[in-house]
């Protein structure tokens, strides 16, 4: 039977994603809203609409992309991060809820310092935190640095979406090397995962750059924490934020020690308390 209304599209759809989804009818309507320009409540009430042909084979490009563990945010363009609309494809990493918590430590921490800053996101592919955390902070001064020139493309189109071009500045780089001045907060959700262990979508989708952190996970923190001690402005209270896998706290956390051996070190545990930042500072 030929589709023609949102409600047999969504039927034919759904069926084809569950084996490939845990949400399949959600998935289903999410990206026939977005092929249609509704939100996914509104398409609830046109249920009994007709669709063009066009409008039915885009959706069911998308369910096929679908199909293949492709991330719903790479399939509509964007992602929702902090209250914030994002661009995202598949040259940046989707950015996740988990990585709220670093955002919302960086922006305590901001606020308790009053006085002008100049922070650092190390890593920055969609721009996700830099963009969130000078938002919400307006007299920082954010520099946001990524080894990928296709990452930083993508950063750069969120920057400019949330019109703060006066107040980042992107950087291609790797770590903290090409930062040109002493840095106040430096932040970054560096590559910490195990490949073998990673979700088959993402692993076949998201860019392994921004995913592997090597045999045990913590080759970027053996890297970015001596650097970092060494760019952290002095004389004045300054800071460092790292997200981090939740089995990985006691591990960085020596490593922050034996480069911080003065500072104040803690772990922030996530919603579902698990560890999920280590929070250095230093007076």
């Given at each position: ?179 040109p001045e002493p840095i106040d907060l430096l932040l970054s959700n560096p590559p910490y995962t195990l490949l073998e262990e990673i979700e088959p979508g993402v692993r076949l989708h998201e860019p392994t750059l921004a995913l592997d952190g090597g045999p045990d996970g913590l080759d970027c923190y053996r890297q970015l924490l001596p650097a970092t ?55």
């Amino acid at each position: 039977m030929a589709i023609t209304t949102v409600r047999e599209a969504l039927i034919e759809a759904s069926n084809s994603l569950i084996s490939a989804s845990l949400t399949p009818q959600l998935d289903a309507r999410v990206l026939l809203a977005h092929v249609l320009g509704l939100t996914p409540t509104q398409i609830l009430a046109s249920f009994n609409d007709q669709l063009s042909t066009e409008q039915v084979d885009q959706f069911q490009g998308l369910i096929k992309r679908r199909s293949t563990l492709e991330p719903i945010a790479y399939l509509i363009g964007s992602r929702e991060f902090y209250g914030l609309m994002f661009n995202v494809d598949r040259r940046v990493l989707v950015p996740r809820p988990d990585t709220e918590i670093l955002v919302e430590q960086a922006l305590t921490w901001i606020k308790q310092q009053q006085r002008p800053l100049v922070v650092a996101d190390i890593g920055t592919g969609s721009g996700c935190i830099a963009v969130a955390v000078a938002k919400h902070s307006p007299i920082i001064k954010m520099y946001a640095v990524d080894l990928s020139p296709d990452a930083l493309a993508v950063a750069q189109s969120n920057v400019e979406r949330h019109g703060l071009q006066q107040q980042i500045e992107l950087i291609h780089g790797d770590g903290v090397s090409q930062l040109p001045e002493p840095i106040d907060l430096l932040l970054s959700n560096p590559p910490y995962t195990l490949l073998e262990e990673i979700e088959p979508g993402v692993r076949l989708h998201e860019p392994t750059l921004a995913l592997d952190g090597g045999p045990d996970g913590l080759d970027c923190y053996r890297q970015l924490l001596p650097a970092t001690a060494a760019i952290l402005r002095q004389g004045q209270p300054s800071a460092a934020l790292f997200e981090l896998g939740a089995w990985q706290g006691p591990d960085v956390v020596a490593l922050a020690q034996a480069s911080f051996p003065q500072a104040k070190i803690q772990l922030v545990r996530d919603l579902a308390a698990r560890d999920r930042v280590v929070q250095i500072e230093q007076a």
